[in-house]
């Protein structure tokens, strides 16, 4: 498919700007001949301007709609192929099977909620009936409006163009301008392509879906300081995130930002699991941090145990297969220069050990890193927030831990985090609970006996956790509930019902859940 | 009942400061004889630091062991007797049938917490059990940690130390710490005494709660800018709910701020409901303005109607009856001095046109305003934001508009409200749709052929809105679902049984609602 490089405004290719950049095979280090054109203010100005006028019409749209548009979406991204997986391949050096997977993971999302939009009870009524001194009360979840979504480097698919943020905003009936991570311009361009026919197709209003080309931070800035802009969606660095944040915070009309950003995934491995089944769980612990070359937010890097001659044997074990695991690509050049820059800030502290890795490969043709074990002690940890950095790839720091309750002093001084990991038999169920208890206070989910990597897209997954996982431990980016991020209720007081949606009508047309004078039913009122 | 006009931190009296200052009868404008005194920062930090460490506890409690507590609360509420009535009602002026039925609406509201807690099904929990390639994934609500509550000076008690804030932060299981609004520091004090009895009674840790009192802005940033606390309840006017809310977003670990704030409730008339029942609204109308001497963040302070003679018509009576109806007393100088000044803002705005009042009453010896009605055009709200400003008192201001389009342009121009009202007739439900989806946008709760003063405390109630109404449109401070400030999910993946909630047990041994893969039962797995 011929790109154009050029940004999508409302269906329209828009290219004002002469500044421009270039997509760069992280595996070659070449760049590419296509220049991709940073959007200027005025063209997402137009983008959002285009989402305003866009939600006028959409917020009138039935969920049955909406989720005929979400199945379009997502047959539009199938129908591009697999020029997809060679472009973003190309892009991002994730490789075919990888690729492969993320596809069906995002096309899967955008149709799961479709069909909870068919549902219907996402919508969430709640009616309380007319009583004596008392009016009739009924509420529903309503779209917030025109959605910022900013595209992560590390998923080019499910947490970017088209990924969770964009299906579950689209969902909630919110128009959505996406900025397109300058890591994958191509790959994001073909999205957009899907997304527009889908538009086309299913006669969407233009202003629906807009994409906005960027390598700088200009275009998200404007994006977020536009006015009519009523929520933000993001996924990547701590540092990117909260400068987001901040600038929402700023505005005259402060908006929220649902910001994903950083994580260093505490495992917590006690010494009864190692003396069971130490090789199993070293495999997979090698497994989980080099996956896709380290780059997940849910990345274990942070593993506190006792130390004991069974620890250290264990370390030793996991740092061998570490220098024997192949060493993978990165992303991208910014993601090198992050790695290189967190490592070594964290390797020059006090009480850190290197056990392997800690440095950039640099005789490599591509963008790579050495797979790094780091060590240290939980007094380390509890004495230096540093040591809580996120090295976003192949790299995991071994805490060491005098007994337990230095373990849990360490646990106690965590920030929040995505998820927490508890390794541990059966038999230690009466004497680990207190441990799980504080493990859950640190994260937004709670993994026992495995590893975090692997996200499942099912409604009681939370992806999310206390600052600075994210900005908003109350919500979660992935599953279903990520669409009530994008909606807020609305109360209708003695309302006709002529004048109510569907959800609401005492015949309860849809036939969905609803709380009726506090009960729980499905029925007609 | 004897005060101290001491701090209550974590059950324990405190004055450490030499900063003091008192109550005042807003009816004599005299000043009481008993210094209260405001905390000091080392006092706030105690707060604080009790509220964590009660956490800590408190996270283990099941739902039945909060719901006694909310009780008992209740219970010690009542036990205040008459006292309470007669203290806030010489702080307030509020008189002592408008408070008791506050109070009856306080313990109502604690007292519903209670219920909903032992129902249980609040927890949404939600199931996706074991499957080829997938975990078993459980989540559920849990609380958020040490909440900070600062009280309003319109509703001493429904609004106020043991208010909907404190009482749904309980309820999801959250150690609060409230800063007294220094309007009414004695009733602030009797709340404190119930509260710490009922800590007492059911055995919760100290730090459950602790009240701060204060009369300037330090006691609050100290709070807000504590790490310890995890939330803010706040309700109050615009200026100091974005001074606190931008104090949290500036934190190095920022929080979620509820900030319940001002609104001016627009409401439009249409000509056939003028013309059936002019008389009824403009009765409806006046009650509603000048109910607690217009000091409700409900009061419908923009009436908005197409230029008629019915129109004028309606509002001379409206001004008559304003005229006639008797002026209220103001709960405190902060309050008139606002009012003043918001009032004068308006007046001096061009094409505004002062009907009736405009004044303080300053021959009175009490804190009051003149009962007053303004009249402007459409094409003046659409041109001068300044006109949207909330005048907290018995004020209404009029908008003439052209005509139905003029008056949907003036709609669409507005900022985000807690409410918006429609008065109509049935013969026109096919034409004034269009215009009550416009209102919906614009507000949190939509009313037809009533006023918006009147916040029923049920499970449907949406009391929030858009900024400037709140910091946060998708969450509610009063009704059931204001618990969900304070929680977060936290999602379990393969956790055995025995380390699970009760709710998330496969035996649901609580009988509630879950969502089980997709479904919808309170059955056992």
Not at 201 to 210: D, E, I, K, V
Not at 430 to 446: F, M, N, P, T, Y
Not at 496 to 518: F, H, K, M, S, T
Request: hydrophobic content about 45%; overall charge negative; proline content about 6%.
């Amino acid at each position: 498919m011929p790109l154009t490089g050029q940004n999508y405004i409302a269906s329209e290719l828009s290219a004002e700007g002469s500044d421009v950049f270039f997509s760069v095979d992280p595996r070659s280090k070449a760049s590419g001949s296509l220049p991709f054109h940073n959007a200027t203010r005025a063209e997402v100005d137009r983008a959002v301007a285009a989402a305003v006028a866009a939600f006028g019409e959409i917020r009138h749209y039935p969920s049955s709609k909406i989720a005929g548009f979400l199945d379009e979406v997502a047959e539009q991204i199938e129908a591009l192929g697999d020029d997809l997986l060679h472009t973003a391949d190309s892009e991002t050096g994730l490789g075919l099977p990888r690729l492969t997977g993320e596809r069906a993971r995002t096309t899967g999302q955008i149709r799961a909620f479709a069909n909870l939009l068919r549902e219907g009870s996402y919508l969430r009524p709640i009616i309380n009936t007319e009583g004596p001194g008392q009016p009739a009360i009924k509420q529903m979840q309503f779209p917030l409006g025109p959605v910022a979504v900013f595209a992560a480097s590390n998923f080019p698919f499910a947490f970017a163009v088209a990924g969770g943020d964009t299906a579950s905003a689209l969902a909630a009936g919110c128009p959505v301008a996406v900025k397109a991570h300058p890591g994958h311009p191509a790959t994001s361009e073909l999205f957009a392509v899907a997304l527009n026919a889908a538009v086309a197709a299913q006669g969407f209003p233009a202003g629906t879906f807009s994409l906005l080309q960027g390598n700088g931070i200009n275009v998200g800035q404007w994006l977020v300081e536009n006015d009519g802009i009523e929520a933000v969606g993001f996924t990547g660095s701590l540092r990117g995130g909260r400068a987001i944040y901040d600038a929402a915070s700023r505005r005259p009309r402060p908006i929220p930002v649902y910001a994903e950003m950083g994580s260093v995934n505490p495992v917590v491995i006690t010494q009864a699991a190692l003396a069971a089944r130490a090789e199993e769980i070293a495999e997979g612990l090698v497994g989980s941090v080099t996956m896709g070359t380290g780059q997940f937010c849910t990345n274990p890097g942070l593993i506190l145990l006792e130390d004991s001659g069974a620890s250290r044997d264990f370390i030793s074990a996991v740092t061998q297969k570490m220098e024997a695991a192949p060493a993978g690509v990165l992303l991208n050049e910014a993601i090198a220069a992050g790695l290189q820059s967190a490592v070594s800030g964290t390797a020059t502290r006090p009480q850190i050990e290197v056990l392997t890795g800690g440095e950039a490969i640099s005789e490599s043709e591509y963008f790579c890193y050495r797979n790094t074990v780091m060590q240290t002690t939980a007094a380390a940890i509890r004495a230096d927030d540093r040591l809580q950095v996120e090295h976003f790839g192949p790299v995991t720091l071994f805490v060491l831990c005098q007994d337990m309750d230095d373990l849990g002093a360490a646990v106690d001084a965590l920030e929040g985090n995505l998820t927490s990991t508890v390794h541990a038999e059966e038999t230690e169920l009466d004497s680990i609970g207190d441990l799980l208890h504080q493990l859950r206070e640190k994260a937004g989910r709670v993994i026992w006996n495995g590893f975090p990597t692997g996200v499942a897209v099912v409604h009681a997954m939370q992806h999310g956790g206390p600052y600075p996982a994210t900005t908003a431990p109350g919500t979660t980016s992935v599953g279903m509930n990520a669409i009530y991020r994008f909606m807020r209720p609305i109360a209708f007081q003695n309302v006709p019902e002529a004048l109510l949606p569907a959800a609401l009508q005492d015949a309860n047309p849809l036939g969905i859940l609803r709380l009726v004078d506090d009960v729980y039913t499905d029925g007609a009122i």
